[in-house]
């Protein structure tokens, strides 16, 4: 069936560093992909989407781009801030679901 | 445009109460969902509904029920509640299943003891 395999947490970065958070995906068809991002005590908010292969997401410095070759939709950032401090969810879409990655949590140190 | 709202914020129940978890949204979405997040876990789907009157099992139904009278409100039902159902539910709703965004409520923290 269709899955979000991303990487597992916790991450602890500097501030300004260069942040990678990987995601892979399996699928029928020919899904849309997602970031979502959670902070504390809140409900998940969308952070950015691609819906076809080579398209690139962006939001507030964060990209990522939908490779279908590889079938992964990594996300990163150039340089991470203090209030990127939550938890990253990768997630896919087909047909009538939506289907979450586990979740990947980030603290960022001053 | 309030977006997604859900009530209440926080509740405890004790083995064997029943429960209803109440989302509206005001964005005119023909799709909902319900959600339960675990500690240190992703989201789970537990039923969907992609319109007034259709609802449809996601990944983990058993001991839940949903209604969709309208397309404003898809509440969740907790019959004989359990420890296990211990978790955090949020409601989304979205404007399709597949290209477009689902917008979160802010969750509902229950606790079964």
């Known amino acids: 069936g269709d899955s979000v395999t991303q990487m597992e947490g916790p991450v602890t970065l500097s501030e300004e560093a260069f942040l990678t958070i990987n995601c892979t995906y399996t699928a029928t068809g020919y899904p849309s992909l997602f970031w979502y991002v959670q902070y504390p005590g809140e409900g998940l908010q969308l952070l950015l989407k691609a819906t076809k292969a080579d398209d690139k997401g962006s939001n507030k410095g964060f990209e990522a781009t939908y490779r279908k070759e590889t079938t992964s939709f990594h996300l990163e950032k150039g340089s991470v801030q203090v209030s990127d401090s939550a938890v990253y969810f990768c997630a896919l879409s087909t047909g009538n679901q939506f289907y979450f990655g586990t979740g990947t949590s980030l603290t960022v140190i001053p | 445009n309030a977006g997604v709202t859900q009530t209440p914020k926080f509740r405890i129940l004790k083995i064997g109460q029943s429960m209803t978890l109440q989302c509206t949204q005001d964005m005119n979405h023909n799709y909902m969902y319900w959600y339960r997040q675990d500690p240190g876990m992703g989201l789970k789907l537990i039923y969907y509904s992609v319109g007034a009157g259709i609802t449809d099992k996601g990944e983990v139904p058993n001991g839940y029920n949903v209604s969709r009278s309208t397309t404003e409100d898809f509440p969740l039902r907790l019959e004989l509640a359990a420890p296990s159902q211990t978790s955090v539910y949020f409601c989304?709703?979205?404007?399709?299943?597949?290209?477009?965004?689902?917008?979160f409520g802010p969750g509902t923290r229950l606790t079964v003891l």
């Open positions: 989304a709703s979205s404007w399709d299943s597949t290209y477009n965004e689902q917008f």
